[in-house]
């Protein structure tokens, strides 16, 4: 996935098969619905968003964790600014 429009990508940390990184999102970014090959696990540091999965959209807030299958279809649509750190395996090469 191409970072949208005023997001911020920051690689915190990676190695192995796995990668940390943090995505900083003002309000009001449709970031598109994509899949990709690896697991993704994210936790929502700040800011509330609709998590698009599949064909379901889940509000979320600080504090709340959610998981992405491979090859799983989704998005988000950020309603206010959002901190969010996501963990992937393996590595995302194209954050490099």
């Given at each position: ?16 098969g796995m990668m ?18 690896h697991e993704q ?29 491979p090859n799983q ?24």
């Open positions: 996935m191409i970072t949208p429009e005023g997001a911020e990508r920051r690689v915190l940390s990676y190695g192995g940390a990184v943090e995505f900083r999102f003002p309000a009001g970014v449709h970031a598109p619905i994509h899949s990709h090959p696990i994210g936790y929502v540091v700040s800011g509330e968003l609709d998590l698009l999965l599949d064909d379901r959209s889940t509000r979320l807030g600080p504090g709340d964790s959610y998981y992405i299958a279809r989704h998005g988000v649509v950020t309603l206010t600014p959002c901190v969010l750190l996501d963990c992937f395996t393996p590595l995302r090469e194209e954050f490099l």
